[in-house]
C-alpha cells in the first residue's frame, strides 16, 4: 500500500490558466495539462531563483519529490512549445 500523498503548498492560484499558441485561436485540441504544483515548482525554481531545498521547504515536499515536480513540468513546457500545443494549468495535489 502507497504512503499517503501530502498536499504540495503553493503561493496563490495562477492568474492565467490557458495559454496557446499564436495564431491557433482558442485552446488547441492537443493540450498539455500542467498542475498547479508544477506550475508552483517552476515559478520559484525559474522565475524567482531560488535555490532547489529553498523551494522544497516553501512548498513543504522534499528535495527530491520537488526535483520530479521541476522536472516534470519542465518537460511538459518544452513539448508543448516544441509542438505546438496549448498549456492548461489545472489539478494537483496541492493547498494554499
Known sequence: MPRRRRCRRVG???AFTSFVPAGAGALPPEAVVLTVDEYE????KDLEGLDQSECAGMMEISQPTF????????????????????????GGHYRL
Open 41 to 44: 515548482a517552476l515559478r520559484l
Open 67 to 90: 526535483h520530479r515536480l521541476v522536472t516534470s513540468a519542465r518537460q511538459k513546457v518544452a513539448d508543448a512549445l516544441t509542438h505546438g500545443k496549448g498549456i492548461r494549468i489545472e
Open 12 to 14: 496563490f492560484q495562477p
